[in-house]
């Protein structure tokens, strides 16, 4: 099964809203990353946070992590129509770097 | 510094045949991860490699699938005999290490597959 889920899957807010988006995972990590992917196109790295790390920003982003409740959230501050795109969580547990990703959230943001 | 790429970006391919998809890392890293992302499901984990090693191919599948990185060029992922099930987008990352905190994974475009 899946190691990150996120909740929800699909997330619809007026610009300027906050967009709030949740992930879980199973096992204990060296990191966690969050990944956005407009349609049809790449992955964009977000943030990145280490397990020994409890939140950090970067510009509108705010990404927490509680490693005892085993999830991460990622938050959009006065989101914009340009932050309509898919949000992904991703694990790092292994020595070799290998990323479990979550299934998802879709993010709408209407003008 | 340029940054992943991966070629083709499309290809279309008819069951049966080969289909070969191409990675250059990042200047500097010499590790690959690639992922395969079905569509509207999240990235799966298939194999890293580091020069001319497989390091951990455990998402890989047993038949059709292979992966090299060899000392000069690209990393190859190839796949025999294709069927439908293997259409699909196949990213591409690199990481000037592997494991570990600070392990961020640069993603290529993507190669995106699709088998009639």
């Known amino acids: 099964s899946q190691q990150g889920e996120e909740d929800p899957q699909a997330l619809s807010i007026q610009e300027g809203e906050n967009a709030t988006m949740n992930c879980s995972y199973k096992t204990s990590i060296n990191n966690l990353q969050w990944y956005r992917q407009n349609s049809g196109r790449g992955l964009v790295h977000l943030i990145l946070i280490r397990s020994n790390e409890r939140e950090k920003h970067s510009g509108r982003l705010r990404v927490t992590l509680d490693t005892s409740k085993k999830s991460s959230s990622l938050l959009i501050t006065a989101s914009r129509a340009a932050d309509t795109a898919s949000y992904f969580c991703?694990?790092?547990?292994?020595?070799?770097?290998?990323?479990?990703f979550g299934q998802g959230t879709t993010l709408q943001v209407k003008p | 510094n340029a940054g992943v790429m991966q070629n083709p970006r499309h290809l279309v391919r008819r069951r049966g045949q080969e289909a070969r998809l191409r990675c250059s890392p990042m200047k500097g890293h010499s590790h690959v991860y690639w992922y395969r992302q079905l569509p509207e499901e999240g990235l799966k984990f298939m194999v890293y490699?580091?020069?001319?090693?497989?390091?951990?191919e455990s998402g890989m599948p047993k038949e059709r699938f292979s992966a090299e990185f060899p000392k000069e060029g690209p990393s190859i992922l190839r796949i025999q005999q294709v069927v439908r099930g293997d259409s699909a987008a196949y990213f591409c990352?690199?990481?000037?290490?592997?494991?570990?905190?600070?392990?961020?994974?640069?993603f290529g475009p993507g190669t995106r597959l699709t088998v009639l």
């Open positions: 490699l580091q020069k001319e090693n497989i390091i951990d």
């Open positions: 991703a694990t790092d547990s292994s020595n070799t770097g290998k990323l479990i």
């Open positions: 990352a690199s990481s000037p290490q592997a494991g570990g905190a600070w392990n961020e994974q640069f």
